[in-house]
């Protein structure tokens, strides 16, 4: 019995590792001047990584499938950009990021997180 228990604490532990430190789930997506979808739900936006290049105007078509009020700002920090997402609708977001680096892009709280990677074309 006892070794019944430390096999399942041991699975147990493993399983946190992994889900916290080892499992990163990353898709990039590659809009070079064209529009993206992004999936605003559970926690994530899907993809989270977007690679843009500088001086392109890119469209950012934001779905927002959570409706908790966690999910309801998208803040693009350095750019200067907010906005406020609908439940359920397409929010389209357009820039045109002047300068090359990464910017994190976050609802409010900073829960939602995602990085622009603005490349030079
Ligand atoms: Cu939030």
Redesign the pocket.
Known sequence: MTLIINIIGALFIIAIVVWFWLWKPRATQHANGSAIDIIVANGIYKPDVIELKRGATATLNFRRDDP??????VIFHGLDISETLPIGKIKSIQLTPAKSGDYRF???????QGTLKVVDA
């Open positions: 908790s009020p966690c999910a309801e700002q976050t609802c409010q709280m900073q829960m939602y």
